[in-house]
Nanobody, 124 residues
């Protein structure tokens, strides 16, 4: 059983930064591609960023390019999302996801395992 636990969310002013973490347990972390998604109230879950299992490839949503950085530490079994220049429209519950694939999926269907989410609120 794979378990994903997000942390690092909170309340921040526009222009500020947050770093989300997702700790993975249960299986060998390095076999999983990892992704970050977010879901705002009344909206569908949307892709934010993803990283391949050996950190050789990344994908970003247009809204995240230039502001967010995904990274992973395969020794700590953790994936990170550094978010800078935050905007009120970044407010959402952020989820990390994992899948045993060599690809870098950008849709929720591409992932088998999900965390419970962490709330990010950006005030104007």
């Amino acid at each position: 059983q794979v378990r994903l636990v997000e942390s690092g969310g909170g309340l921040v002013q526009a222009g500020g930064s947050l770093r989300l973490s997702c700790a993975v347990s249960g299986r060998t972390f390095s076999i999983y591609a990892m992704g970050w998604f977010r879901q705002a109230p009344g909206k569908e879950r949307e892709f934010v960023a993803a990283i391949s299992r050996v950190a050789g490839s990344t994908n970003y949503a247009d809204s995240a390019k230039g502001r967010f950085t995904i990274s992973r530490d395969n020794f700590k079994n953790t994936v990170y999302l550094q978010m800078n220049s935050l905007k009120p429209e970044d407010t959402a519950v952020y989820y990390c996801a994992a899948d045993q694939t060599i690809m870098v999926p950008v849709t929720p269907r591409g992932y088998d395992y999900w965390g419970q989410g962490t709330q990010v609120t950006v005030s104007s």
